[in-house]
Protein backbone atom coordinates (compact mmCIF):
# COMPACT_ATOMS: atom_id res chain seq x y z
CA UNK A 1 0.00 0.00 0.00
CA UNK A 2 2.79 1.98 0.60
CA UNK A 3 4.77 1.90 -2.69
CA UNK A 4 0.85 2.43 -4.52
CA UNK A 5 0.65 5.45 -2.61
CA UNK A 6 4.49 7.23 -3.56
CA UNK A 7 4.18 6.14 -6.83
CA UNK A 8 0.44 7.80 -7.51
CA UNK A 9 2.15 11.20 -7.34
CA UNK A 10 4.90 10.50 -9.34
CA UNK A 11 2.26 9.15 -12.11
CA UNK A 12 0.69 12.90 -11.35
CA UNK A 13 3.36 14.76 -12.07
CA UNK A 14 4.82 12.43 -15.54
CA UNK A 15 1.03 12.75 -16.35
CA UNK A 16 1.10 16.69 -15.63
CA UNK A 17 4.07 17.22 -17.66
CA UNK A 18 3.13 15.42 -20.34
CA UNK A 19 -0.19 17.60 -20.36
CA UNK A 20 1.94 20.78 -20.23
CA UNK A 21 4.19 20.00 -23.39
CA UNK A 22 1.33 18.76 -25.32
CA UNK A 23 -0.41 22.15 -24.63
CA UNK A 24 2.52 23.96 -25.15
CA UNK A 25 3.14 22.23 -28.60
CA UNK A 26 -0.56 23.19 -29.91
CA UNK A 27 -0.44 26.41 -28.50
CA UNK A 28 3.04 26.28 -30.99
CA UNK A 29 0.80 25.06 -33.73
CA UNK A 30 -1.88 27.32 -33.28
CA UNK A 31 0.02 30.64 -33.07
CA UNK A 32 2.29 29.73 -36.59
CA UNK A 33 2.43 32.57 -38.74
CA UNK A 34 -0.17 31.35 -42.22
CA UNK A 35 3.10 31.78 -44.41
CA UNK A 36 5.56 30.28 -42.39
CA UNK A 37 8.29 30.85 -40.13
CA UNK A 38 10.92 32.52 -42.38
CA UNK A 39 8.04 34.76 -43.44
CA UNK A 40 7.13 35.61 -39.81
CA UNK A 41 10.67 36.40 -38.93
CA UNK A 42 10.92 38.57 -42.00
CA UNK A 43 8.08 40.76 -41.25
CA UNK A 44 9.23 41.29 -37.84
CA UNK A 45 12.61 42.33 -38.66
CA UNK A 46 11.06 44.69 -41.27
CA UNK A 47 8.98 45.88 -38.94
CA UNK A 48 11.84 46.47 -35.91
CA UNK A 49 13.40 48.44 -39.31
CA UNK A 50 10.43 50.59 -39.45
CA UNK A 51 10.70 51.29 -35.65
CA UNK A 52 13.95 52.02 -35.02
CA UNK A 53 14.30 54.39 -38.39
CA UNK A 54 10.64 55.48 -36.59
CA UNK A 55 12.89 56.58 -33.74
CA UNK A 56 16.00 57.99 -35.77
CA UNK A 57 14.06 60.11 -37.42
CA UNK A 58 12.40 61.61 -34.20
CA UNK A 59 15.70 62.15 -32.53
CA UNK A 60 17.12 63.53 -35.02
CA UNK A 61 14.53 66.28 -35.01
CA UNK A 62 14.52 66.60 -31.35
CA UNK A 63 18.16 67.60 -32.34
CA UNK A 64 17.28 70.12 -34.68
CA UNK A 65 14.77 71.44 -32.53
CA UNK A 66 17.72 71.90 -29.77
CA UNK A 67 20.55 72.96 -32.27
CA UNK A 68 17.79 75.86 -33.47
CA UNK A 69 17.31 77.12 -29.52
CA UNK A 70 20.50 77.08 -28.70
CA UNK A 71 21.48 79.26 -32.08
CA UNK A 72 19.13 81.73 -31.26
CA UNK A 73 20.40 82.08 -27.72
CA UNK A 74 23.86 82.19 -29.34
CA UNK A 75 23.11 84.72 -31.64
CA UNK A 76 20.92 86.64 -28.92
CA UNK A 77 23.88 87.35 -26.59
CA UNK A 78 25.98 87.88 -29.88
CA UNK A 79 23.67 90.72 -30.31
CA UNK A 80 23.35 92.00 -27.02
CA UNK A 81 27.43 92.00 -26.92
CA UNK A 82 27.57 94.21 -29.72
CA UNK A 83 24.83 96.54 -29.52
CA UNK A 84 25.72 100.06 -30.19
CA UNK A 85 25.15 103.07 -27.75
CA UNK A 86 22.52 104.57 -29.92
CA UNK A 87 20.15 101.93 -28.99
CA UNK A 88 19.40 98.43 -30.33
CA UNK A 89 21.46 96.52 -32.78
CA UNK A 90 20.28 96.48 -36.59
CA UNK A 91 20.04 92.59 -36.45
CA UNK A 92 17.95 92.56 -33.18
CA UNK A 93 14.85 91.30 -34.93
CA UNK A 94 17.09 87.90 -35.98
CA UNK A 95 16.51 86.97 -32.60
CA UNK A 96 12.40 86.99 -32.48
CA UNK A 97 11.95 85.66 -36.01
CA UNK A 98 14.86 83.02 -35.91
CA UNK A 99 12.19 80.24 -34.13
CA UNK A 100 8.99 81.30 -36.11
CA UNK A 101 8.84 80.59 -40.27
CA UNK A 102 8.45 84.03 -41.32
CA UNK A 103 11.19 83.94 -43.98
CA UNK A 104 10.67 87.63 -44.81
CA UNK A 105 11.41 88.68 -41.65
CA UNK A 106 14.31 86.85 -41.02
CA UNK A 107 15.98 87.70 -44.82
CA UNK A 108 15.22 91.62 -43.85
CA UNK A 109 16.89 90.94 -40.55
CA UNK A 110 19.61 89.55 -42.05
CA UNK A 111 20.09 92.13 -44.90
CA UNK A 112 20.66 94.38 -42.00
CA UNK A 113 23.09 93.05 -40.38
CA UNK A 114 24.85 92.37 -43.25
CA UNK A 115 24.65 96.06 -44.38
CA UNK A 116 25.09 97.60 -40.99
CA UNK A 117 28.11 95.22 -39.68
CA UNK A 118 30.16 94.71 -42.83
CA UNK A 119 29.34 97.47 -44.47
CA UNK A 120 28.72 95.57 -47.73
CA UNK A 121 31.75 93.26 -48.37
CA UNK A 122 29.79 90.12 -47.46
CA UNK A 123 26.56 89.37 -49.99
CA UNK A 124 23.20 88.98 -48.23
CA UNK A 125 21.67 85.20 -48.22
CA UNK A 126 19.50 83.56 -49.65
CA UNK A 127 16.11 83.53 -49.52
CA UNK A 128 14.79 80.78 -47.33
CA UNK A 129 11.97 78.66 -49.17
CA UNK A 130 8.09 79.59 -48.89
CA UNK A 131 6.43 77.88 -45.92
CA UNK A 132 4.37 74.72 -47.43
CA UNK A 133 0.25 75.07 -46.97
CA UNK A 134 0.27 72.72 -43.88
CA UNK A 135 3.74 72.42 -42.62
CA UNK A 136 2.28 69.94 -39.59
CA UNK A 137 1.76 66.82 -42.63
CA UNK A 138 4.37 66.79 -44.85
CA UNK A 139 3.84 64.49 -47.84
CA UNK A 140 6.43 63.52 -50.69
CA UNK A 141 6.90 66.74 -52.60
CA UNK A 142 7.07 68.65 -49.28
CA UNK A 143 10.29 66.59 -47.90
CA UNK A 144 12.36 68.50 -50.27
CA UNK A 145 10.66 71.43 -48.64
CA UNK A 146 11.94 70.89 -45.51
CA UNK A 147 15.80 69.54 -46.57
CA UNK A 148 15.87 73.42 -48.19
CA UNK A 149 14.67 74.43 -44.99
CA UNK A 150 16.83 72.78 -42.91
CA UNK A 151 19.58 74.03 -45.22
CA UNK A 152 18.46 77.75 -45.23
CA UNK A 153 18.26 77.82 -41.72
CA UNK A 154 21.82 77.21 -41.05
CA UNK A 155 22.79 79.18 -43.84
CA UNK A 156 21.57 82.51 -42.17
CA UNK A 157 22.31 81.47 -38.91
CA UNK A 158 26.20 81.27 -39.84
CA UNK A 159 25.96 84.70 -42.39
CA UNK A 160 24.12 86.36 -39.17
CA UNK A 161 27.13 85.04 -36.76
CA UNK A 162 29.84 86.39 -39.13
CA UNK A 163 28.46 88.88 -39.86
CA UNK A 164 28.85 90.17 -36.11
CA UNK A 165 32.29 90.15 -36.50
CA UNK A 166 33.49 92.22 -33.16
CA UNK A 167 31.76 88.94 -31.14
CA UNK A 168 32.23 86.30 -33.63
CA UNK A 169 35.39 85.17 -32.14
CA UNK A 170 34.05 85.42 -28.61
CA UNK A 171 30.97 83.44 -29.36
CA UNK A 172 33.15 81.06 -30.67
CA UNK A 173 35.31 80.80 -27.50
CA UNK A 174 32.01 80.21 -25.66
CA UNK A 175 29.68 78.43 -27.78
CA UNK A 176 32.08 76.64 -30.41
CA UNK A 177 29.58 73.52 -30.26
CA UNK A 178 26.89 75.36 -31.67
CA UNK A 179 28.65 76.82 -34.60
CA UNK A 180 30.42 73.76 -35.12
CA UNK A 181 27.40 71.15 -35.20
CA UNK A 182 25.86 73.87 -37.32
CA UNK A 183 28.73 73.42 -40.11
CA UNK A 184 28.25 70.01 -39.27
CA UNK A 185 24.66 69.73 -40.17
CA UNK A 186 24.87 72.25 -43.20
CA UNK A 187 27.53 70.38 -44.84
CA UNK A 188 25.12 67.13 -44.00
CA UNK A 189 22.27 69.03 -45.66
CA UNK A 190 23.82 69.49 -48.90
CA UNK A 191 25.79 66.32 -49.24
CA UNK A 192 22.10 64.70 -49.02
CA UNK A 193 21.25 66.80 -52.43
CA UNK A 194 24.30 65.10 -53.72
CA UNK A 195 22.87 61.53 -52.46
CA UNK A 196 19.87 61.98 -54.11
CA UNK A 197 21.27 63.07 -57.60
CA UNK A 198 24.00 60.11 -57.04
CA UNK A 199 20.11 57.72 -57.44
CA UNK A 200 19.37 59.91 -60.73
CA UNK A 201 16.99 62.69 -58.93
CA UNK A 202 17.65 66.30 -61.04
CA UNK A 203 19.80 68.71 -58.63
CA UNK A 204 18.26 71.44 -58.06
CA UNK A 205 19.12 74.99 -57.09
CA UNK A 206 22.83 74.69 -57.96
CA UNK A 207 23.42 78.21 -56.73
CA UNK A 208 21.98 77.35 -53.22
CA UNK A 209 23.85 74.38 -52.91
CA UNK A 210 27.16 76.18 -53.71
CA UNK A 211 25.78 79.41 -51.32
CA UNK A 212 25.35 76.68 -48.80
CA UNK A 213 29.71 75.26 -48.95
CA UNK A 214 31.11 78.66 -49.55
CA UNK A 215 29.42 79.81 -45.93
CA UNK A 216 30.86 76.85 -44.09
CA UNK A 217 34.02 77.50 -46.07
CA UNK A 218 33.74 81.05 -44.69
CA UNK A 219 33.28 79.89 -41.01
CA UNK A 220 36.41 77.65 -41.33
CA UNK A 221 38.46 80.39 -42.92
CA UNK A 222 41.43 81.83 -40.77
CA UNK A 223 39.05 85.20 -40.04
CA UNK A 224 36.25 82.79 -37.80
CA UNK A 225 38.10 79.21 -36.69
CA UNK A 226 40.50 81.04 -34.90
CA UNK A 227 39.17 78.32 -31.32
CA UNK A 228 40.13 75.23 -33.22
CA UNK A 229 37.78 72.62 -34.62
CA UNK A 230 36.03 69.78 -31.96
CA UNK A 231 37.80 66.19 -32.92
CA UNK A 232 34.21 65.05 -32.43
CA UNK A 233 32.89 67.33 -34.98
CA UNK A 234 36.24 66.93 -37.24
CA UNK A 235 35.66 63.40 -38.04
CA UNK A 236 32.32 63.85 -39.34
CA UNK A 237 33.34 66.23 -41.40
CA UNK A 238 35.78 64.17 -43.05
CA UNK A 239 33.48 61.15 -43.02
CA UNK A 240 31.33 63.56 -45.20
CA UNK A 241 34.22 65.17 -47.13
CA UNK A 242 35.44 60.99 -47.94
CA UNK A 243 31.54 60.45 -49.01
CA UNK A 244 31.83 63.31 -51.25
CA UNK A 245 34.87 62.27 -53.23
CA UNK A 246 33.20 59.27 -53.44
CA UNK A 247 30.32 60.23 -55.25
CA UNK A 248 32.21 62.11 -57.34
CA UNK A 249 33.98 58.66 -58.34
CA UNK A 250 31.09 56.32 -58.64
CA UNK A 251 28.39 58.44 -60.11
CA UNK A 252 27.12 56.61 -63.59
CA UNK A 253 23.64 58.56 -64.24
CA UNK A 254 22.47 60.51 -67.35
CA UNK A 255 22.55 64.28 -65.41
CA UNK A 256 26.49 62.86 -64.30
CA UNK A 257 28.09 65.70 -66.29
CA UNK A 258 26.19 68.46 -64.75
CA UNK A 259 26.11 66.66 -60.83
CA UNK A 260 29.93 66.15 -61.05
CA UNK A 261 30.37 70.03 -61.77
CA UNK A 262 28.48 71.52 -59.16
CA UNK A 263 30.06 68.70 -56.74
CA UNK A 264 33.74 70.06 -57.95
CA UNK A 265 32.83 73.48 -57.69
CA UNK A 266 31.67 72.62 -53.40
CA UNK A 267 34.42 70.18 -53.00
CA UNK A 268 36.81 73.15 -54.22
CA UNK A 269 35.10 75.48 -52.17
CA UNK A 270 35.92 73.75 -49.27
CA UNK A 271 39.78 72.92 -49.99
CA UNK A 272 40.53 76.63 -51.17
CA UNK A 273 40.19 78.95 -48.89
CA UNK A 274 39.42 76.75 -45.66
CA UNK A 275 42.79 76.30 -43.40
CA UNK A 276 40.69 73.28 -41.45
CA UNK A 277 39.74 70.79 -44.58
CA UNK A 278 42.23 72.09 -47.11
CA UNK A 279 44.99 69.66 -46.40
CA UNK A 280 42.49 66.37 -45.18
CA UNK A 281 40.64 67.32 -48.87
CA UNK A 282 44.27 66.90 -50.72
CA UNK A 283 45.17 63.81 -48.42
CA UNK A 284 41.74 62.19 -49.64
CA UNK A 285 42.21 62.70 -53.05
CA UNK A 286 45.62 61.82 -53.52
CA UNK A 287 44.88 58.08 -51.98
CA UNK A 288 41.62 58.22 -53.96
CA UNK A 289 43.93 58.18 -56.91
CA UNK A 290 46.87 56.01 -55.17
CA UNK A 291 43.84 53.56 -54.63
CA UNK A 292 42.34 53.76 -58.06
CA UNK A 293 46.22 53.07 -59.24
CA UNK A 294 46.72 50.22 -57.57
CA UNK A 295 43.35 48.55 -58.89
CA UNK A 296 44.57 49.16 -62.24
CA UNK A 297 47.95 47.61 -61.53
CA UNK A 298 46.53 44.78 -60.24
CA UNK A 299 43.93 44.56 -63.17
CA UNK A 300 47.07 44.80 -65.23
CA UNK A 301 49.02 42.00 -63.56
CA UNK A 302 45.96 39.87 -63.51
CA UNK A 303 45.12 40.17 -67.26
CA UNK A 304 48.75 39.16 -68.17
CA UNK A 305 48.92 35.89 -65.84
CA UNK A 306 45.53 34.92 -67.17
CA UNK A 307 45.21 36.40 -70.85
CA UNK A 308 41.91 38.13 -70.26
CA UNK A 309 40.81 41.63 -70.70
CA UNK A 310 41.20 44.31 -67.67
CA UNK A 311 38.62 44.03 -65.02
CA UNK A 312 38.60 47.81 -64.58
CA UNK A 313 36.40 49.86 -62.72
CA UNK A 314 35.45 51.88 -65.72
CA UNK A 315 33.23 54.41 -64.21
CA UNK A 316 36.02 55.23 -61.45
CA UNK A 317 38.77 55.27 -64.11
CA UNK A 318 36.50 58.27 -65.83
CA UNK A 319 35.55 59.97 -63.23
CA UNK A 320 39.53 60.37 -61.74
CA UNK A 321 39.41 63.41 -64.51
CA UNK A 322 37.88 65.64 -61.64
CA UNK A 323 39.89 64.24 -58.66
CA UNK A 324 43.25 65.14 -60.87
CA UNK A 325 41.07 68.33 -61.95
CA UNK A 326 40.49 69.09 -58.06
CA UNK A 327 44.57 68.27 -57.34
CA UNK A 328 45.54 70.82 -59.89
CA UNK A 329 43.79 73.60 -59.07
CA UNK A 330 44.60 72.85 -55.24
CA UNK A 331 48.04 72.49 -56.10
CA UNK A 332 48.14 76.07 -56.74
CA UNK A 333 48.62 77.28 -53.37
CA UNK A 334 52.35 77.36 -52.29
CA UNK A 335 51.09 76.03 -48.46
CA UNK A 336 49.26 72.71 -49.15
CA UNK A 337 50.53 70.95 -46.45
CA UNK A 338 50.46 67.67 -47.65
CA UNK A 339 52.19 64.37 -46.50
CA UNK A 340 55.26 63.47 -49.17
CA UNK A 341 54.67 60.44 -48.70
CA UNK A 342 51.90 60.59 -50.65
CA UNK A 343 53.10 62.05 -53.20
CA UNK A 344 56.32 59.51 -53.50
CA UNK A 345 53.53 56.92 -54.08
CA UNK A 346 51.67 58.97 -56.24
CA UNK A 347 54.89 59.49 -58.62
CA UNK A 348 55.74 55.96 -57.94
CA UNK A 349 52.86 54.16 -58.78
CA UNK A 350 52.91 56.55 -61.73
CA UNK A 351 55.43 54.36 -64.09
CA UNK A 352 54.31 51.31 -63.70
CA UNK A 353 50.83 52.75 -65.51
CA UNK A 354 52.55 54.45 -68.43
CA UNK A 355 52.27 51.01 -70.94
CA UNK A 356 48.07 50.74 -70.28
CA UNK A 357 47.21 53.53 -68.89
CA UNK A 358 49.41 56.15 -70.42
CA UNK A 359 47.26 59.22 -70.02
CA UNK A 360 46.27 58.32 -66.14
CA UNK A 361 50.11 57.77 -65.21
CA UNK A 362 50.72 61.36 -67.07
CA UNK A 363 48.38 62.89 -64.92
CA UNK A 364 49.81 61.42 -61.51
CA UNK A 365 53.21 62.20 -62.22
CA UNK A 366 52.18 66.38 -63.22
CA UNK A 367 49.56 65.99 -59.74
CA UNK A 368 52.90 64.53 -57.89
CA UNK A 369 55.45 67.32 -59.46
CA UNK A 370 53.20 70.13 -59.01
CA UNK A 371 53.14 69.37 -55.29
CA UNK A 372 56.34 68.38 -54.84
CA UNK A 373 57.54 72.09 -56.50
CA UNK A 374 54.74 73.93 -53.69
CA UNK A 375 56.62 72.18 -51.00
CA UNK A 376 60.43 73.32 -52.24
Known amino acids: ?47 LKRQNESWKSKAEGLHEDLLHLRQELLL ?26 DTRAVNSACDAVNTSQTQGDS ?48 SLCQDGDVVWDSVVQLLDCAVEDFRQAHTGQPLRHHEQLHNAI ?20 FSKVEDLLKEMINLLLTNQQLNAFSVQGSLSECLLALGGNCCITRTPLIQLLMSQIIQLAQQLWDACEK ?19 YVFWLLERLAQDSN ?14 AFPLADEFSLFSLYMWRIGGLFRAGNS
Open 336 to 349: NGVNQELVVQLETK
Open 1 to 47: MEEKSASCPEGAVSWYIRTSRLAVALAIIKLRPPGGARQFTESLAER
Open 303 to 321: SSQEHEHHQVDWVCYQNSF
Open 123 to 170: APGPCLPPTPPNSQKFTLKDKQWCQDHRLMKHVQFLQCLSGLRSGFEE
Open 76 to 101: TRTLLNTRSSAGQAPGHEIAKVLSQD
Open 214 to 233: QVVAQTLSPGGARQGFPVQH
